[in-house]
């Protein structure tokens, strides 16, 4: 089945710096999501990105489908993006999705 | 505003106990989901359904039954309870594409 590894499995960033999260996944992709899941637990969904280049707000993924990876981008790190960042596939449009175990982020002020 | 709400929040069980989780979508979303989320795990898929009367198999099922009556209802059913069920449960609906994922609050259920 799908395999989905996320790098780094922590990260510790002073306010202000960038955030570089990595998603590899086994087998090809046919939806790609990133979600965040806050300190006191609550799930949100951040963006779809199964292909290409996204940006929101200052978040941008980049997901190259044939190297069967995805990176999220944070910019300008805030106390408030303190979390976990959980990387999800689907493969073969089974709406079956598989998450990994996730990039646990602190950023101190 | 569409919402997923789960109940209960909280939920403490006898081993052996038969134990119900309820999920309620308001989005009008074909696909619903039933996780858990064990340290060091991660998110590990239950059941999950298409639609009202279907229901599927996740990566790990046994000791866990679903039913879905409705569009907006889905239910996780552990017939027998066991200390090993005892984790955080999220419920998720999701429409067109699996594109706009909306996930649960969550219920902590503890087996003794």
């Known amino acids: 089945g799908q395999q989905v590894q996320q790098s780094p499995a922590s990260l510790v960033l002073q306010e202000g710096e960038n955030a570089e999260l990595q998603c590899n996944f086994s087998?090809?992709?046919?939806?790609l999501q990133w979600f965040y899941q806050s300190p006191g637990g609550s799930l949100v969904s951040l963006l779809s990105?199964?292909?290409g280049t996204k940006h929101t707000g200052r978040l941008t993924s980049t997901t190259v489908t044939k190297e069967r990876r995805s990176s999220l981008h944070i910019s300008s790190s805030q106390t408030t993006d303190s979390g976990t960042y959980l990387c999800a596939i689907e493969s073969g449009g089974n709406y079956k999705p598989t998450f990994g175990k996730g990039t646990s982020l602190v950023v101190h002020p | 505003e569409a919402a997923v709400t789960q109940s209960p929040r909280n939920k403490v069980a006898v081993t052996g106990g038969k134990v119900t989780l309820s999920c309620n979508q308001t989005?009008?979303?074909?696909?619903m989901y039933w996780y858990r989320q064990d340290t060091g795990h991660g998110l590990r898929l239950i059941h999950y359904?298409?639609?009202?009367?279907?229901?599927e198999k996740g990566d790990i099922p046994d000791g866990y039954k679903a039913s879905r009556p409705s569009q907006e209802n889905f239910s996780l059913i552990l017939e027998l309870a066991t200390p090993s069920q005892t984790s955080v449960y999220f419920c998720?609906?999701?429409?067109?594409?699996?594109?706009?994922?909306?996930f649960g609050s969550g219920t902590r259920l503890l087996v003794i």
């Open positions: 990105n199964p292909s």
């Open positions: 989005n009008n979303h074909n696909n």
């Open positions: 998720a609906s999701a429409g067109t594409a699996n594109s706009d994922y909306t």
């Open positions: 087998s090809t992709a046919t939806q």
């Open positions: 359904s298409y639609g009202a009367g279907s229901t």
